[in-house]
């Protein structure tokens, strides 16, 4: 039983390129949260789905980030014309249908962004 | 607003030694959870515990214990014994309701360092 699965687990990119995370959940999951942890931070929350819908994107910035949960496949968060700021950590958490706050998110191992 | 506060930024201990991680909440939800997470250097979160608001017994786990004090709004973590492999970022949590699911706001962690 895999667990949550994130790729790449180190992401290059140059200002202004395109980086796109990937993240599967765990199986029978039906709920994705991403995070975000910037150096010598703790992680915030960026934005919850579930399949094909966007719930909850109270802490993604306005521009340049997107985020999908298509019905087949991964979770993706997109980030356009990256900047140095964009650098972190992202986590990806996965939960199950009728989730609730007694219901453990699991965390993928995070795919670490670096803007040169 | 909800808000988690890890005030210790580092504590550096010597193998052996016990070592408490202070974590202060505020939230005015009356049902909420609390959390503990360990960070290695390698960087996946690895789950510790969950504690329910309603739940104020403290809970041991081998070398590991917890105690929640609702009164002071703390949920502190203890570390008897310290070993090396103990090293590691921790951070405490505390969930908010998201419409059908919950998140999880992060304190800023408390980064840990045992030494032999």
């Known amino acids: 039983n895999a667990g949550v699965m994130q790729n790449p687990r180190h992401l290059v990119r140059r200002r202004g390129q395109e980086a796109r995370l990937r993240c599967s959940p765990m199986?029978?999951?039906?709920?994705v949260y991403w995070y975000r942890q910037l150096p010598e931070e703790g992680l915030k929350f960026m934005v919850y789905l579930q399949k094909e819908n966007i719930i909850d994107e109270s802490g993604m910035p306005k521009e340049r980030f997107s985020a999908e949960f298509p019905k087949e496949g991964p979770s993706i968060l997109r980030i356009q014309q990256v900047v140095r700021g964009d650098s972190a950590a992202y986590f990806c958490a996965s939960s199950p249908p009728r989730a609730s706050m007694n219901t453990e998110a699991f965390f993928g191992q995070g795919t670490r962004l670096t803007v040169v | 607003a909800q808000k988690v506060t890890q005030a210790q930024t580092e504590i550096s201990v010597v193998e052996k030694e016990d070592v408490t991680l202070d974590c202060v909440y505020e939230?005015?939800?009356?049902?909420?959870?609390l959390f503990w997470y360990k960070q290695p250097p390698s960087g996946e979160l690895v789950f510790l515990i969950r504690r329910n608001s309603f739940d104020e017994q403290n809970e041991i786990s081998g070398r590991y214990s917890w105690n929640f004090q609702k009164s002071t709004s703390s949920f502190n973590f203890t570390i008897t014994a310290s070993q090396v492999v103990d090293s590691a970022v921790y951070f405490c949590?505390?969930?908010?309701?998201?419409?059908?699911?919950?998140?999880?706001?992060f304190g800023k962690g408390t980064s840990l360092l045992v030494t032999p």
């Open positions: 939230t005015r939800d009356t049902t909420y959870y």
């Open positions: 199986k029978g999951h039906s709920h």
């Open positions: 949590a505390l969930s908010e309701a998201k419409n059908s699911g919950y998140a999880l706001n």
